[in-house]
């Protein structure tokens, strides 16, 4: 069993911020990459952040230079750091992680439960 579990989302005025984590756990044989989507009310899931086992980051541009992508792979762990925070971020935030679980062949996809970031103005 491969569980992802999200924690720090919450309510935050806009221009504040907030660090969002997701720690994978279970039989996992190695993790590839990772990412942060969001999808708001009445949207599309989006991709908002992604780093590679090697540490490359990748970014939407509706987000770029105020979220930062990290991860300890020792930890099993994704962090995203959200500053300048504004309404329109305002989304259920999901992690994912491309991984290799003990007893399977291929790596996939595995999705976390998401986690509420309300932005108010």
């Known amino acids: 069993q491969v569980q992802l579990v999200e924690s720090g989302g919450g309510l935050v005025q806009a221009g504040g911020s907030l660090r969002l984590s997701c720690a994978a756990s279970?039989?996992?044989?190695?993790?590839?990459?990772m990412g942060w989507y969001r999808q708001a009310p009445g949207k599309q899931r989006e991709l908002v952040a992604a780093?590679?086992?090697?540490?490359?980051?990748s970014y939407a541009d509706s987000v770029k230079d105020r979220f930062t992508i990290s991860r300890d792979n020792a930890k099993k762990t994704v962090y995203l750091q959200m500053n300048s925070l504004k309404p329109e971020d305002t989304a259920v935030y999901y992690c994912?992680?491309?991984?290799?679980?003990?007893?399977?062949?291929?790596?996939?996809?595995?999705w976390g439960q998401g986690t509420q970031v309300t932005v108010s103005s």
């Open positions: 994912k992680a491309d991984l290799l679980a003990y007893g399977l062949r291929y790596s996939q996809g595995y």
């Open positions: 780093i590679t086992l090697g540490g490359s980051t």
């Open positions: 279970g039989s996992i044989s190695s993790i590839n990459a």
